[in-house]
């Protein structure tokens, strides 16, 4: 990885940290804005896959537990429960992408990279 510019006028480093930013709302903006820089583009779209995957999983927990309170009322705190321990290690996961990409590393997310590397 070079020291170049990317079209957004940062660092490649720099770019694919900021694409992590807001979880998969920055990786969308970069990915979107970012033309030249294939490394700030596959972090920008394996920001999106990963961390929109982790939102809509959040939300499903959250829908299902709102539903539950018509069907299953026991459920709500167990899937309450699921939806915080989700939200929980995807701010994990998030704090080690940042923290991956701002040293330079080529950090590849299980998965999400695969996803990643067809949008780009």
Request: aromatic share 14%; hydrophobic share 65%.
């Amino acid at each position: 990885m070079s020291t170049a510019i990317t079209s957004t006028g940062l660092t490649p480093r720099t770019a694919a940290t900021m694409a992590y930013l807001a979880w998969w709302v920055t990786g969308l903006v970069f990915w979107t804005i970012e033309r030249d820089d294939r490394f700030a583009r596959f972090h920008a779209a394996q920001a999106v896959v990963a961390f929109g995957a982790v939102a809509l999983m959040i939300m499903l927990f959250l829908l299902l537990a709102v539903l539950s309170l018509s069907f299953a009322p026991a459920a709500f705190v167990l899937l309450l429960v699921a939806a915080g321990g989700t939200w929980l290690a995807g701010v994990g996961l998030w704090l080690l992408a940042m923290w991956k990409v701002a040293s330079g590393e080529a950090f590849r997310l299980p998965l999400a990279a695969d996803w990643a590397d067809r949008l780009i």
